[in-house]
């Protein structure tokens, strides 16, 4: 389906000006160019202020109107009274896109409203596109593009974002930068008086670098439109919403039972699973069930095998499991003999396999193939990777012994088969294209810097869950977008 | 009708049924009556067992104020209900004589709104209920039948849509025209501001509602009546 407006020039501008440049550190028109240019941007960059001063080492222009050529992009972070003459500047260059930093609009009052208005009939009458005003930004990591008060700098990926509140597309920002994973596209909306939160959408919808859309939400204005465009996107890829601000509003006017009843959380809930949105619950499980879904194979079914190298977590994960209405297939006899014929018997002879202790090199490994080769499961958890990996890292640093040759053989061993089941992940995952949820304590309770086994799923795209509870979710969301891609 | 608040307006059960039947809802059969002879007539005419109730825009909940008499098996029960009815309640504007739809499954279905995504359709357990377990579901029009039932089966009271104790599964078309009809009423006429369709009886293919309550803006009026 056609865009209602060509959203590129914010994505892939040739050019971009950045109207209320600074040296002022303290100021937005400082950062931002800062890490415009910090970012690596390809493009041509031309600071905007009205003294003309050199900005950092850049020459600069008084106004749009003064510039070499016409700047596919405008940043704007001038204040609110001057960004009306900034649009009138740059539709009298030619321009084709703005996009308001400034804040002070809608969100500050009736008369600041009635500029914000103004501002967008302007632009609609100059052909220009304008996003916010009052959203910290946007990123396009193909493009190195960094137009944010606070960058991370990350490496491009598959996963783009539409957020109604620049802090928490950033926290997914960060959380990608620092697990190493990329990021396509990220806009903070702001008071999206021109371009709303569907135009995101469609737009990463069709746009062939991103295949999840992240959209966070806390004032849905046109819910119509957004279920729309979410219609149109979800058979393709997946749309991941986090709401916040769940208030309950419009119920005290009604007076019939159905309208008394009817809450906007309910509604909203009810619209998501109508046109096959995923809903999360917070920031952790959105970046995990995104990362998942970006780098993961969709589960073909609900049935889960899980293999634990300890006997709570099992515990821990097959009630995940069950509570997010997941199956937990029994082994069939096949498999137990497979097992039985290498592990000590007394191992859990269950879903979840315990393997309770391994004393060969790769025993992990090849259990957890065993498990994902079986036609049984459609996913796969897996808890414990890592753990031995932290206790040899605190041994070598505290302990008197560690000198010692018998323990140097045993940390040598943990330290290999924590890396060989890493190694084996990677591998059964392309192999057997099931889905792993891979959960470790080790996340919550060590550096990860400190974990090599981690780390090695990190640089292949897998990220670890800290508890079951949380892989656990992740397979959920997989399935319930599985079912809705087959519809 | 009668006019509560400066912009809503309370049909009664007859009329909003009869504008709700023109929609494509499928409405339980029944004759609005003021005097006896057309009373005896009416309940003849559908075949008893009747049920009769006092038809008020001025009254949103029937039930409570004791102005639903159903199971009403002959004439003299039929006499006996229409004095009761007249000496509880003077603010009314006839009497309701409806075919009495057997089975005790009780659906809700309705229309809410919602600040961001306007007019919904609503779908759930009914009856007496209906408040205490909550357990209904959404659809913001425009859907189409398929969406209609997948959402209905996401709810508890789902079993009830297959066979139950001795009556047969629900017809899922039926469910899902009158759906889908309520969700395209919902889109053409914004000047409905609630329905209320509880209960909403199956009965063999069809879905049929009981009672109705409509609430509309004063603009309803010369637009569709």
Redesign the interface.
Known sequence: MALDYDLSPFFHPKSVCLVGATNNPTKWGFSVLHNLLMGGYAGNVYPVNLKGEDILGMKSYPSIRDLPETPDLAMVCVPNHAVLGVIEDLAAKGGKAAFVISSGFSEAGEEEKQMEREMARKAKEAGLIIGGPNGQGLVSTRCKLFCLMSGAYNKPGPISIVSQSGNVGGTILFSAYHHGFGIGKFVSSGNEAFVKLHDYIRYFGEDPETSVVLVYIEN?????A??DACREVVPKKPVIVLRGGKTE??ASA??????A??T?T???D??C??VGILQVRDLREMFNVAIALAHQPLPAGDRVGILTLGGGWGVLAADAVSQYGLRLPKLPAKIMEEYSAFLPPFWSKNNPVDLVATRELGTTARSLEILARWEGVDALMMLGLGYGTRSVHLSSKFSPFKDNPMLKMVADFVLQEDMSTAEAIVRLVREVNKPFAVCSDAVLGSRLSESAPILHLENHDILVHATPNDGAATLRAMWQYAQIRAR | METKKSEQVVLNEYQAKAFLKEKGIDVVDERLVVTREELSDAAKTLGYPVVVKGCSSSLLHKSEAGLVLVDIRDEKELNAAYDLIHRREKRIEGVLVQRMVPGRREFLVGIAHDPSFGACVVFGLGGVFTEALRDITYLVPPFTKEEAIRQCSSLSCARLLGPFRDEGPLSQEALGTMLTNLGKLALECPEILEVDLNPVKPLDDRMIAVDALLIVSKEFESKWL
Do not use: N, V, W, Y
């Not at chain 1, 849905?220 to 119509?224: Q, T």
């Not at chain 1, 009604?254 to 309208?259: E, K, N, P």
């Open positions: 849905l204005k046109e819910g119509p957004f279920l509003e419009g009604a007076r019939s039972h159905t309208g009843m009817a906007s309910e509604i909203f009810a619209a699973r109508q």
